[in-house]
Structure formats: structure tokens, C-alpha cells
């Protein structure tokens, strides 16, 4: 059975009409981030340099995407329409008389669809697990630097090792079916979210200790939100409902948290050693600050300049491990639409037919490289301050 | 007196993993043969992979950090680490596509898969396309590492004095700066190597070739446990080694370090 | 060109010898062998000890001082004819430093080098410059002879700088610092007209602020030019209104702070890799024992590594003491940290720190650290309380109230040092410690601060322990002194006690080492050989053995074995030495003035200078040094500073802060070293001394002299550095460590025959 397809423009033209939502949403980000420049410290300072507008825009294009996923896609990333399997890029599907923009893979998908679904998944979990890792290792990065000694060599000595295990080893070993039937998963996910909690808790007290008041307002409000979070994503026993999450999902979840705090810790170790040599750190000894309060309120606003460029690369090196996950089938299930899984599916039959690999590569590529043109800009800013 | 666990290998009944520190690993349920057989060939041929993999990605990852970080700013800088920064966000598994794409199945230069490379030995033909996606990435890391490096080494003031000793620009990068600048750069190649480590595996995987990695995945998909333990082992080992050689290394190349 | 930092400027991968090769490999296309040889020789000329060795080592294994030798090495090492010497001391310590700039000195004269010498430090350019340019803000104000320019200065901003210094005979209650109002403009923000008019007490518009001001000359003065339009209707010598403030001295009251016997040791383990094995003891404070009272202001000296700072620690509780006490008001504080400290005390002792850019968090606004402060001291009840509180202080400080809102980076380092002083304050501190507060200022903003903290401090009767390098600051400020050297208390006592004989003998080259911008001042020359022994190693027996120039006049080599006692001199006067209370009693005064400083100096010249304002000039150009009549010994100083026409470099520079320059003279190695070297001739007396009781000269040599015109030891004893050098040139005779003595040996045969010689040196003359 034929299917009639669109020309070399009408794919073109076609898919710019699709990303509609997003054109505009980044014209709006543009015009108030050109207009109010001046006004916006760090983050109006990118647009003075051509890398850094360009990460800004590839960064905030996959964001709407994600975001407007169900407008942009013109089809369910899951369905199947058996004429269109492997059908090449511009046919159009009879019943609905929309084009499978990119073609359709093996299983008679649209690859334009599930890339812009793919989207989704990899911008909720790389920043989430970046952001949950940036608490693991900061909150254990500080007293390793700030302290020295026993503690230091002894949290160095545990995330040397997690750094020195391979990574691929270290999921094949997390995600195995054998690992994942055990509670092990589910008592590291209890392990990791605790951090946030602990964190902020600390963070309010040490300052607010004096004003009882406030502190009990703020504690009360992390404690809430924290610890409803905290049922949700461990123990799947979220009161609302709102809040849940698969075994699957919080398995990876798991793995990337722990195979990249121990980047960030070294990173903050790091960072903590050089700033508390400084003279502000002993004067807030000499008027008797707590050990906690200089971690939290003295050296961490301190290197937040280089821990956001971080956080920039490391979003992007988790989502290249949330592609290899994809990529070794292990954790997401075969049938999501991420793009790892879209490589791995396409790249065995890249022989016969190229067209269903080359979307999911190019966004996983662009998304990464944006970040990386991101951190870039924003290290070369901050180094002019 | 119980029957040995498996025909094709002489083993005790009870798993007894005490062995692998007499240099015994056991038996591999996958390949059905004992594991030390099976995993020293896959690292030879690792071995022969990684090779050419330094042999390409070092040099060119290096002169592209230095040509990039001698001056500063300048355009064949931006060019240069525009194009690393791309590198870096490309991994094994999109380059490996993308030249699989462009030089197999466009192009016809190249052998989409290695497989052959196992049996009839390398050649340029099977060989190039894993080399080159696994040194695509590294290079960009690499390349950026050095660039940073050389242009903190070229602020120096004794890359001042050099030239104010009347040293040509030439001089001055050969003579001074550069094995100041290499110093970060090294250690940083030796810390590659778990990363590396993962990029065998999916590069094998992609262009099936017979080495570590491919041996590794067929061991985890098919709960071949003592195959498993041993890449593991072996892997921990060769990282914790390249660890110690970089820590060798840094004193040799830095003085400072060596005298204390 | 030399830079500040040595250690930066060679490079860490390369043995120094190969770094001095590279030179004449380059330059001149010699072989391998005479590049070594050429190098080994210039390592010799800069007196480095054991050349050889200094060649095969590495940059990192050498001191400070050494290393800074070795850059000046590579320099000369091309023959050049003009060296460039951007601030080459500051980063080294004042005793090291006195060495760098008698070699620098003695170079420049053997190789016929110029210099030119950048350097914030006026009193190091009165002892090394002959011409000297002083520069603001991107334009050179004023140039002319050194001696021009420092005592009879045509600009008002030379005369800002000069009053905002201490000088010797300076005294706090009666002629405080006069800090010149304001601050530097930014380059882009540079005013019309004269760029010093914002900040001149001399301005008058509509003459100042019309147009380009050009370098105009001084009558009467050799090359002397001067940027200022008014100079000749100035009164050079009036004071500006209320510098005068005639402050009582305040009585010291009851004792607040007690030290005694503190020791403060670290166990460092000798093998970071294995741990444990054995540790060695860096002994970072050893018996420390001194008194502050209410209201006074100790200061504690000493260079790099001698303590002083481990010793804040201590009395803050950063760190605890290892044996010993410490008593604050009647409380032992000695090992309570910080943490366990209550309140009071914690508030009672608070720090003012060195560096102003580091001493706030650039995360927090101003008002929100003093806040922080003042909530942790339990001052005021609630918020509001505290923030009235907080901008009170910023008066006090006399900073406007403005300031609670900005970020520190928006403030400029004095008004960061100014908040920092307000922080220390902020729990009405019995005891302040001040350390180096004003080291890493600008000259003219030094005194501001200066002033700051001593108003405060007399207001609150507050105790001040004021850490210092500055020998000069501390004379103006400090009513005692204690001097530290590697961990102990060297000498301590009232600041008339310690800057007078009878010295310690390392107080005595502390003072000789640092330099005054006084013309009228004279110096005894001590430089002392090597460097500061590490705190890890430390000599046995006296920690200054190594250096001690009188070690050799305490019999039986005690200095080596034993740490000497401690010896009460009188009036809380001590010193922890050896010496007989003879040798002691002999020593002269390290820096005595010349002549009572001319009050008036006239040489005004109304009419004519007038005639000289109207010349009209190129705009900015600086008049080139008239050429001509001195072309030997003149030298090129024109620093060209016109905006624009000078590199970026130098622009910066003196946008940190007016910095002044100045070149030494070109002198061809050949020529005759001046005639004022030259010692005093006369005819042959009836009865000439027996030059030979000195020892050292033999019948040949006492010819010599004698062939000179030098027949008494009088005449020996009279000599200067400058003429020990003419001696020691013309006799062909190398090493003026004997020269030195000689004059020594004069000076007591001249005084009193050979009685007194035998009196001071312990034996009979030959």
C-alpha cells in the first residue's frame, strides 16, 4: 500500500509549523531578556556573547518543547500505525492526514512525536537528579573541606571510589533485575532524598536561631513540603496522590544520583578549601559563628559562581548517561519514547534504514551542546566580575 | 564426592569464590567455557582498541588545546573551542551513529561493524569508525583541558620574562609554556580512563566488536555471574592502576611535587 | 624588566640554570659552555651563596629573596642599558628586602645600568633613586631631583602623600596623618583640568579645572617640574585647617589583657602519605609573656614567620594554646575555643584584618553583616534596635548611612577596611587586634584608616594590639613594642625604649632595614646575610644566631648552644640576648636626623615662576629632562604617562593608586664614581695616626692611604658607605665587610686611642 509523502520543504516547513508554541514562547523570553538586560546580573550578561546566546536558545527550545510536548507532537509517542512501519520522513498518515514528519521507526511509530515526547523525560529527570546529587554532594562536600582531616579523608576516600567504578558497571549492577527486586533501590532513594530536608532544615536554623518565630514558620513549611515529597518519591504513599513515581523511574533516578554527587562533592571540597582561607570566614569565627552557619551562609554563597557552571555541564553529562541507560536498555522501558532508547532501537538497523535514528541523535547532541556552549558563557562571565 | 557444576570446566560443586585470588575466576555460564579463557582474549583486544584509540586522540586532542590556548581570544581560539565544546557534547553512541550513518551506509568507505576485526585481524577498513567515535569524544575533553591550561600558563609572568629575554613566540610555546601546560592535561587523560572504560563498552557494542565490553554486556544480560565478577575485578584493576601511573606521572612531569 | 612577584616570574619546570643560559644563547650566540660560564659568573655578582648549586636547583627551592636575586641575574645578563624595576620588594620582607636594594644599588653603579624604579614606597626611592617622578592618575605631577622633590615639593599631591606617612618624630597627639580627602577618579571619570583638583585644598575654580595643566619648571631648582598651576602662590609649609588637633595622651589604665609564657606548637607529621610515623613540632609561638593595658596600643612586630599571626589566633581562639596563659579581664581564655567562649568574651576580643577585599563576604550586603554581628553579640533587642545600632557604627566609621544596602564590591578598599574596623567594634571590643590593616591600602587612604581606628580606640578606651611589619607605623602609633623573630619575643618595650640603643641586634637591623622618606634623616647600614631560617627547622641555641652580626663578641659560641634569657634592662625594657650590658651600652643610635628640619624653606620666586606658567606647552607632554649640560650622569626619567601614549599597564598601575618612579643615574662603568665618593683628602699632619693598629692594614696599604691624603683614623671613621666603596675600588681590593670594619676600628681608635679600641673589641690593636 502506498502512502503519499511531502517534499524536502513540506517536511521542512512542516516541522517549523509543529514547534509554533515554542517560537513564540522563546520570542517572549527574548524580547524581556533583550529589554531588561541591564537589570538581570548574571543572566543578562550571556547575551553579550554569541555562545551564550546560543546556549540560552538551544536550552530554552527543548524546555518548551518538553513543556508543550502535547501541542507539538501531532501523534501518541506510543502508538501504532501498522502501514507506516519504517515509512520514510514526510508520509502521510491516512486516517488523521497528518505527516510522520521524520518517518516511522521499526514498530510503525512517529519519530517526530516521540523525540518531542523524549524531551519530557530527559528534562525532568537530568535536572531533578543533578539538582538531588548537587545536595548529596554539597551537603557532604562542605565538612569534607571545611573540616579536613578524619572526615575529609574518609568521604574522599568513599566518592573516589564510586568515581574510580566505572559508570557502565555501576548501572548494569544498580539496574539488574537481581539488585532491583531487593530493597536496595528504595533504601538509597530514602538515603539520597533525605539530603534536601536535612539541608534547608540546617540552612534556616543556623541562621534564624535567634528569631523564633520566623524559624518555626520556615521549618514548618520544609519539614511539610519536604517531608510530603519525601513519602511520594520513597514510599509511593503520597497522601494527595500527586507525587509518584515508578519503581523503574526511581531506579535510574537512584543510579544517576549516585554515580554524579560524588562529582559535586569533589567539586565543593574543592571550592569550600580554597574559600575558607579567606579573612571573612575567620572573622565570622572570631565572633564565635557556628561551624555550620560558615559552611552554609559564609562559603556556599561564595561558590555558587562556579557550582551553577557545574551544574550547567552536569545536567547535560546526566542526560549522556541518561542516553547510554536508554542506550543499554537498562531501567526505562523498551517501549519509552527517550532518546536513548530511540538510538539503540534504530542504530541495529542502520543498514537498512537510516531516517529513524538521526532525530533522537541530533536532540540528545543539540540539547548537550547547549548546555556545554551555557556553562561556557557562563564561566567566561563570571571570570570577568 | 559431588559432580562438577558444569561439563565444559573442571570446578568444585559449591561456588567458591575464594579462587579468583589463586588467579581462578570461575566458569562462564554464557560462553561455557572457564572465564580466565574468555576474558584475556577480550582484553587483548581492548588492548589493541584503546591503542589506537591514544594513539589518535592524544596528539590531535593536544595541538588542537595548544594552537587554541597560545593566543588567547583570537579566532582559530573560538573555532577551536566552539568545536571541542561540540565534541564533548557528542557521545560514543551519537557519533558512532552519525559516522556509521555518513561513511557505512553513505559514503560505503568504512565497515559498519568490527566484527571482522576479531577474526581476520584489523585493518583500516573495520578498524576506523570504533577508533574514531571513541576519540571523538575524549578530544573535546581533552582539547578543552589543555586549551585552559596553556592560556593560564601563557598569563604567567615568566612567559613574560621569556619574552623579555628576547625569546621568539615559538620559543617561548616550546621552551616554557608547554610543559607547564601539559601537567593538568595529563592527569586528566589518566582520569579518562573509567569513562574510557564505558565507551569501549558501547562502541563494542555498536560495531560488535569481540573485546572487553562486548564480553561484559553479553555477561550481564545473561546473568553469567562469575563472567560478571571477573570484568568487574578486572576493570577495577586496570582503573586503580592508571590512577597510580597518573600520580607517578604528575611528580615526574612536576617538579615541585617530586622534591617533597 | 623585574617584577613584584620573583617566584612568578621564573618558570617552575626549569632549572635556574638553564633559564640564565637561555640569555646569552639568544643575545650574544655563544656556545653552551661560555653561556654557563657567563650566567655562573652573574649568579656570583648577585652574591647568591654556592652559585653552582643555585644553578642546578629549581625556582621553587629557592627563597623569596634568592629568587628575586635570580630575576635581576637574568636581566643584567643581557647588558641592558635601562632596567625596569616594577615594586621588585614588596613582596619580600624588610631585611631581605635591604639586602635587594644594596644590590640593586651596588649593581646599577658596576654596570653602568639605568634604572627605573617603580615603587608606592617613598622612603625605599629616597635610598635608591637620584631623580624621582611622582605620578596621578595616569599624568606625572611633579619631577625633579630626589632631593627636590621630597623637601621642597611644588605639587600638592607629593605634599598630600608626604603627610599622610609617618615619618620619625611624627607623634600621634600631636600632628596626626593628614589623609588626602577623597578618592582616585577612575580612568574614564577623570575630572577636566587638573585630574588632583577634586581632591586639593588648593583648588580655585575656573583656573584648576579651565584646561589641560602642562608640566611647568621651577626656578631655582635643577629639571624640577611641577603640574600645578598655583605652586607658586602656595604656602608650602602651612598646614591644612585642624591637622593640629593637639590630643592629650591618654593615660594607660588597669592591665586587660595578660600573656604569659604562651606556647603554641603544631605537630606537623613529616609524611602526609602514611600518616602517623614520626611528626615534627613546629614551634610557632615559644614563651610568650606581655601586658596591654586599657587604652594602650601594643604593637607586635616582626617579619614573615615569626609568629604573630599564630599568636592572633591563640588570643582570639581559633586556636588553643599549648602551654602557658592568657588572661582577659581577669578571665583564662587560654584553651577555650572560640565555640565554648560566652559571649562576652567573644565580643570582648575582635580582629581587624589585613587584606580589605577579603575581609567581607562579597554574598552580603554591608548592613546585613554588621547586623549578623551585632545578633550574635546580643546587642539590642529586636531588629529595628540592631539596624539603628548598625547605622550609628557607619557614622562612627564615617561612612554615609547609604552604605547598609551596597554589596562589598561596591565599595573601595578603605571603605571596606572602614566597615571591617565597624564590625570590630560593633560589641564594644575591650581588646582589639589589628592586623596589618592598612599594609594592603594605598598610601593616602593609609592614614585615613590609621586615624579611624585610633579615634575609636581612644573613645573606647579599647585595647589595641596592632600586628605589624612597618617599623614606621608602629613608632607613630604604639606606646609599647614588643619584636617577635621565629616564635619568640626578641625584645619589648616602650616605644622610646626600642627605637633607642641599646637595641637587640635584630631590632637594630629591623630599623636599619626600614626605608624613611626623611632627607634629613641618617641611617646606620645593616644588611643582613640570608634569609629567614624556617619555622620547621629553627636554629639551635638563639633564634637569630644565624643572622647576628655580634654573635662572634659573646664568648664560648653560647648563641649556638643555648636560648638566651631573658634581660630586664630596666622599665619593662627586655631582650633576649646574650650581649653584655657593654656591647649593649656601646650602640649608637640606628637612625639619628641630620639636622633639625628646615621649617622655612623660601625660595620663592614670584615673578619669575609667573613668566614660566605662561610658556605654553604640548598638552600632557612631559618637558624631557634638559639634556646638555650633564650628559654623563643625567638619565632618561621621562616616564611618559599622557593618557593614551603609555601602554595599558602602566595606565593601571597608577590607577591603583598614584605610584612614583624614579631612575637611577646612568653611570658608565668607567667613569670616576663622583667625586663626592671620594674621601676627604688632607694634608700629611705632623703626626699621622698609625693606620696600621687597624687590622687589616699593612705597611703597603697605609702607603696607599697615605697616598690618598688619608692619614688620621679620624679621617677612616668619617667614612660613608659611598666612600668605602671608592676605597674599595680603588685599592683593587675586594670584600667591603672589611672596609666596614676598618671604619669601626677607626672610629674607637679616634675616640679614645687604644684603650677604648681594646674596650670595645676585647683585645689590643696589632
Redesign the interface.
Known sequence: MQVETLGTFGIIFGVLARFWPVWIALAVILFFSLRFRERIGLYGQLFETGVGVAGVLICFFWLFTALFAATVAPFDPLAQFPIMKNVLPGAIEPESGQAFLFGGDRLARDVFSRMVYGSQIVLIIAPAATLFALMVGTTLGLPAGYYGGRIDSFLSFLANLVLAFPVILLFYLLVTPGIRETPIPQWMAGVFFIFPIVFFVTLFWTRYRSRPQLLAIQLAVTLLVGGWAYLGLVFDADPLGIISISSNQLNIFVAVVFASSPGVFRIVRGLVMDIKTRDYVAAAQTRGETPWYIMLWEVLPNARGPLIVDVCLRIGYTTILLGTLGYFGLGLAPESPDWGTGIKESSRLLRAYVHPALPPVFALMSFVLGLNLLADALREQSLKD | MASPRFSYCDEPAEPYYGGILQGDFGCSTKFKVPVAEKLFPALGATGILMFWVMVVMVPVALLIGVLAGMREGTRTDRTL??AS??T????E??S???F??IF???LGWLN?SAATATRQGISFYNFTLPVMTMAIYGIGYIARMTRASMVEVMT???I???R????GFRAVVI??AL??AL?APFTVIMLQF??L??GV??VE??FRYQGF?FT??EA?SN?DIDL?LG??LV??FV??ST?LISDVGYAY????IR?Q | MIYQEPMASLNPAMKIGQQLMEVPLIHDNVSKGEAWRRALEMVEAVRLPDPERMMRSYPHQLSGGQQQRIVIAMALLSKPALLLLDEPTTALDVTVEAGIVELVKGLGKKYGTSMIFVSHNLGLILETCDRVTVMYSGEAVETGRVEDVFDRMRHPYTQGLFRSIPLPGADKNERPLIAIPGQLPLPHERPKGCNFGPRCQHFKEGLCDAGEVPMLPIEGHERHHSRCLRFDEIDWNALPEGALADKQPIEPGKPMLRIENLKKYYHVAANSIFGGGDTKTVKANEQISFEARESETVAIVGESGCGKSTLAKVLLGLETATDGEVVLANEPIQSTAVEDRDTGTVAGIQMVFQNPFDTLNPSHSVGSQIVRTLEKFNVGKTLADRRQRMLELLDLVKLPRAFAERMPRQLSGGQKQRIGVARAFAGNAKVVVADEPVSALDVSVQAAVTELLMDIQRKNKTTMLFISHDLSVVRYLADRVVVMYLGHIVEQGTTDQIFAPPYHPYTEALLSAIPIADTSVRKKHIVLEGDIPSAMNPPSGCPFQTRCRYKDQVPGGKCEREVPPLKDLGDGHFSLCWLDDDVLKSMEPVISFDAPRKTGKPARRQGKAKAASQKPKAKGEIRPIAGGRKPVRASAAGLSAVPGSSSPKRVQAEAGGGRQAASTRVKPATAKIGKDAKPARMRKPKQPDDLKLISGVGPKLEARLNDLGVYTFAQIAAWKKAERDWVDDHLSFKGHIERDDWVKQAKALARGGVEEYMRVFGKKPR
Request: glycine residues 6%; hydrophobic residues 50%; contains cysteine.
Open positions: 573551542s566552539v565544546i561540540a564533548t557534547a557528542t557521545p553512541y551519537v558512532g551513529v552519525i556509521a550513518v557505512a551506509s553513505w559498519g604567567q609572568q615568566y613574560r620574562t621569556a623579555l629575554k628576547g625569546l621552551k616554557h610543559r607547564n601537567i573509567p569513562w572504560l564505558t563498552v558501547i557494542v555498536m565490553g561484559l554486556v550481564a546473568n560478571l570484568c568487574s576493570s577495577v582503573v586503580l590512577q612531569l612536576n617538579p615541585r622534591v
